[in-house]
């Protein structure tokens, strides 16, 4: 295999940084690629960083440079995602509270910055080598899970993504068949997206950064291209949609 790499967007991510390191350890002959709007790598493991603010245009152009890398990519896992914003906008809880600009960076943020990297990474991960793509989802994504209602705009963009990667993996069974699809549901990660969410939950159910990091990197090496996605949590149990 020519220069070996794992493609780590929305590195600064609590998670994507133990994700890096548990990386490392386990693949030494991986070159880490990692992408963020932060201008230096969060983690020393990085071994090339790209800052990019996830326009279009600059998604395309990251995506561009890292073709001509000529690496052949193991895995691609994208964490962007956000919930609550610096505006202090916060997750709808009555349909009083849903804001069009907050329900906008949602969906751009959880659904299409994804899409936008799987459509300009797919010219270097497309090939013989497989390629396991991630995007960190959600449970509260499922919808037939849906029982409490509220989070109007983080439910259904994630509810967005997961439907975005169940189309891109038909186009990939026929297109790419060296690539397999994975929508992941970390459960409930001691995260500065987490924190003002976290007051009701056990300890036991509020797992670190590196528990969910460790389980993700299992998952991903156990994981082969069959023209599916796979939506699962940490335990590598199937959600169902
Ligand atoms: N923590 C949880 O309990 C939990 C539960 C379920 C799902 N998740 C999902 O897990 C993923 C990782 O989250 P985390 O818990 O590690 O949270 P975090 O530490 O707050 O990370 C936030 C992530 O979102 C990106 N991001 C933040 N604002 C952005 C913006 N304006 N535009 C584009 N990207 C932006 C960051 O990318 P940069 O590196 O570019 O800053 C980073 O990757 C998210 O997709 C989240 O929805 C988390």
Same mark, same amino acid.
């Given at each position: 295999m020519t220069n070996p790499a794992i493609i780590v967007i929305g590195a600064s991510s609590a998670i994507a940084r133990a994700f890096v390191k548990t990386q490392v350890e386990q693949n030494s002959d991986v070159r880490v690629i990692t992408v963020s709007r932060q201008a230096k790598a969060a983690s020393k493991a990085s071994a090339l960083h790209f800052q990019c603010d996830y326009s279009e245009a600059q998604i395309q152009k990251v995506g561009r440079q890292i073709f001509e890398l000529d690496c052949t990519v193991k895995s691609v896992t994208i964490f962007n995602g956000l919930l609550h914003d610096e505006f202090d906008k916060f997750p709808?809880?009555?349909?009083?509270? !849903?804001?069009l600009g907050y329900s906008m960076a949602l969906f751009n943020i959880n659904t299409m910055i994804p899409m936008l990297w799987l459509q300009a990474l797919l010219p270097t991960i497309k090939g013989k080598q497989s390629c396991v793509v991630t995007a960190l989802s959600?449970? !509260?994504?499922s919808i037939s899970d849906n029982r409490m209602g509220g989070w109007y705009s983080y439910r259904s963009s994630k509810a967005a993504l997961n439907m975005m990667f169940k189309s891109a993996a038909v186009e990939l069974a026929r297109r790419a068949k060296n690539i397999k699809l994975i929508l992941f549901h970390p459960g409930t990660t001691d995260t500065p997206l987490s924190k003002p969410f976290q007051?009701?939950?056990?300890d036991e159910k509020l797992f670190t950064p590196e528990f969910v990091a460790d389980q993700l990197s299992s998952i991903i090496a156990k994981s082969h291209p069959d023209g599916t996605v796979s939506y699962v949590d940490w335990q590598n149990k199937s959600i169902e949609w």
């Amino acid at each position: 295999m020519t220069n070996p790499a794992i493609i780590v967007i929305g590195a600064s991510s609590a998670i994507a940084r133990a994700f890096v390191k548990t990386q490392v350890e386990q693949n030494s002959d991986v070159r880490v690629i990692t992408v963020s709007r932060q201008a230096k790598a969060a983690s020393k493991a990085s071994a090339l960083h790209f800052q990019c603010d996830y326009s279009e245009a600059q998604i395309q152009k990251v995506g561009r440079q890292i073709f001509e890398l000529d690496c052949t990519v193991k895995s691609v896992t994208i964490f962007n995602g956000l919930l609550h914003d610096e505006f202090d906008k916060f997750p709808e809880k009555k349909l009083e509270d !849903v804001d069009l600009g907050y329900s906008m960076a949602l969906f751009n943020i959880n659904t299409m910055i994804p899409m936008l990297w799987l459509q300009a990474l797919l010219p270097t991960i497309k090939g013989k080598q497989s390629c396991v793509v991630t995007a960190l989802s959600a449970r !509260v994504g499922s919808i037939s899970d849906n029982r409490m209602g509220g989070w109007y705009s983080y439910r259904s963009s994630k509810a967005a993504l997961n439907m975005m990667f169940k189309s891109a993996a038909v186009e990939l069974a026929r297109r790419a068949k060296n690539i397999k699809l994975i929508l992941f549901h970390p459960g409930t990660t001691d995260t500065p997206l987490s924190k003002p969410f976290q007051a009701n939950v056990p300890d036991e159910k509020l797992f670190t950064p590196e528990f969910v990091a460790d389980q993700l990197s299992s998952i991903i090496a156990k994981s082969h291209p069959d023209g599916t996605v796979s939506y699962v949590d940490w335990q590598n149990k199937s959600i169902e949609w």
